[in-house]
């Protein structure tokens, strides 16, 4: 056929596309940045614009490019740039009490590349994935993608809650099917902000073993903690190769940075790395993380754990003074968010609107499950908003909660 | 089942692959960038160090950071920087003629998240994917780790070859089946360097449409042309919404930026987004090229076009004095490379580690194929050796090439 010029119809992209992105569906999940000091926003998990370390960066950032500008604007290592694993290496030790090596780690860009290639590594479309539920949204968003069928964990108090888990790891295993791996948070949960018992570690480690898979200990919090003494890192108590450990910096140096990483055996690490063809993860702000973080990052830490220690005590208060009767909610020991339960006749997405009218919002539980349930909940950030903009905001919550249950339409 | 202390051997790995983890086996493309310097290297498309605007970009990012550090180091847009976006979008528009607006822009992590994201958006297991070939080899990692049906289509001076195209495109009508893109380059192609002639762009947009399937027009190259008139891009040429063109900061402001960007259909970017996500790509990067876009590009693009013309020249008439009798070669009109086919009876890649020992590296030809092919070419990059490094270099391969010849091992 020779080539004809002709006047085709529209490509047809929906007939082009993968099962994937026909499951996705959903918009974007960040859009309008631009605009989001214009609310009341106890959305996202956004550190305080306020505490972003912009003029250390910026100092750093000259010394880096005078000093090694050739290396710091080119290609850079697939596991990420040497300098940066040192320096987190050493942090990993020091801080989490985690022995790695450059075998064990790779930089990814945020704890969202690092879910990425796990799930490019480990999931096939129709395999079993298990997760404490609720979870962190990205994380939900990514394992929706990938059509794999996500068995669900509840939490309580104490963390993901392991006999639930021992009974679907059992059904699991009765039928032939290993879950690829189980995904958690050991600190601070997100959204719950539940922080597991030794207890729990140990037991949810001893049962990912039993079931030959992997647990994906994501602690994207550790650093901040407020309350209570610091509790090892599941990674640490392991000698199976079972663990993979997730960080990253956008909760201390900034998100910005987009600079996360994952740690883990070195078989498993090839195996990412394999499939990681980025031309470095973000080589230039690596290089500025690189120099940062020996010096800046502990200092850094502590002035942040100051404000937002204070602004999770104001927001709690505020809750106290302004939910209405039947309202529970969780006061987590560290990271960003508190998780609260309406009575539940309430439908907080429905009332997000009116909330929204007054100039406040906040993250309607459903988005945090992958299934369809959390209508009454919410989850809060205190870690974006001014300190004197948190008690407004949680009246204007409980006003519009207050409303909804008079007006009966709960 | 009670969780229970026990003693497990390692866990396998192995046995929770993903078939794509299975599939593509290979290392991380990029190793040991401490080190590249040591050797004269003609592998990588690395652009010269010396080059790369370091004091410009420090003096950015402290302005930068002092004007807007609360956003350069937060959470982005999915999108991307909405300035970057827009600097963009003026640059396409005044050097390549491409009209779009924020509908139509991702700002992706380089070329490389680019191609991750449409082979996401675009591909499932078995589908058929049409590329150019020899072509880039991080397309071919790429395409291969998605677990496709790579079907190739060869190059001649002019580009893809149109009628191949047509002949295969004819052969998977035929068998009920539409390809879910076809992948070039329409200017100094990776690694040919060929440049398709403006009949040879309007013949493939052409059978692009006849086959309903998208083209991929990756064009990381177009700022540095050396010889010849700027043709126009394939995606300028199209009103049926057929074509994604890339682009990527890579070869000019520097690769360490790790930004690129996809221009497509609205309906297609959609999806794509959706796919997305990453907490915005690169924010500290994207705000600081935002702010250097607009008046540094042009002129860092002048003098990189001196450096890399000069460096062409320099590789041609070394490959004129030095390879051996039987060796042609491209000769590209930009870009960064020249493309070898020695002697059929050598093989690039045997011969590899004696250049090696003798100080220099290249890239062996089937690197660039997703079949097993071409053994006696081998693709070499004039763009990251010193001047005074690329007549030694190059005279060193001839070296080896024509002992290779006496000594039928060849």
Not at 54 to 75: D, W
Not at 331 to 338: A, E, W
Not at 352 to 372: F, I, M, N, R, W
Request: net charge negative; with cysteine; charged share 20%.
């Amino acid at each position: 056929m020779p080539p004809q010029t002709q006047t085709s119809p529209e490509t047809n992209i929906e007939a082009l596309l993968s099962r994937r992105a026909r499951q996705a569906g959903g918009g974007p999940l960040l859009q309008g940045m631009d605009r989001v000091g214009q609310r009341i926003s106890f959305i996202f998990g956004f550190p305080d614009p306020a505490s972003l370390p912009a003029s250390e960066v910026a100092a750093t950032t000259t010394k880096v490019l005078a000093e090694r500008g050739h290396a710091a604007l080119q290609y850079g290592d697939n596991a990420g740039y040497s300098g940066l694993i040192d320096a987190l290496l050493a942090k990993l030790r020091r801080d989490q009490g985690i022995e790695a090596s450059r075998d064990n780690i790779l930089i990814t860009a945020g704890g969202s590349q690092a879910i990425d290639l796990l799930l490019d590594t480990l999931v096939d479309w129709g395999d079993a994935i298990v997760s404490e539920m609720p979870t962190w949204l990205g994380a939900v968003q990514a394992f929706q993608s990938t059509g794999a069928d996500i068995v669900s964990i509840p939490i309580d108090a104490e963390g993901i809650d392991v006999r639930a888990l021992a009974r679907e790891l059992d059904r699991l295993h009765a039928a032939g099917n290993t879950p690829k791996f189980i995904y958690a948070n050991a600190n601070f949960q997100n959204p719950t902000g539940a922080t597991m018992s030794l207890q729990r570690r140990k037991d949810l480690l001893a049962l990912t073993r039993q079931a030959g898979t992997l647990l994906i200990e994501d602690d994207a919090y550790f650093d901040l903690r407020y309350d209570g003494q610091r509790l090892p890192a599941i990674y640490s108590l392991d000698d199976s190769g079972s663990v993979v450990y997730m960080g990253t910096l956008s909760k201390t140096m900034g998100p910005g940075m987009r600079l996360g990483w994952l740690v883990g055996p070195p078989s498993l690490i090839r195996r990412v790395s394999s499939l990681k063809v980025d031309g470095g993860t973000n080589v230039f702000g690596a290089h500025v993380a690189a120099d940062w973080l020996p010096e800046r990052l502990l200092p850094h830490v502590a002035r942040l754990r100051k404000v937002y220690h204070r602004r999770r005590d104001l927001m709690l208060a505020a809750l106290d003074r302004h939910m209405p009767p039947g309202t529970t909610w969780t006061v987590p020991d560290g990271g960003f968010f508190i998780w609260v339960t309406l009575p539940e006749a309430i439908d907080a997405q429905r009332m997000l609107p009116q909330a929204q009218e007054l100039g406040v919002e906040y993250l309607p539980g459903p988005a945090c499950y992958s299934e369809a349930t959390g209508q009454n909940q919410i989850r809060l950030s205190f870690s974006f908003v001014a300190d004197d903009l948190i008690e407004p905001g949680i009246r204007i919550i409980g006003d519009v909660a207050k409303s909804e249950l008079r007006e009966g339409r709960a």
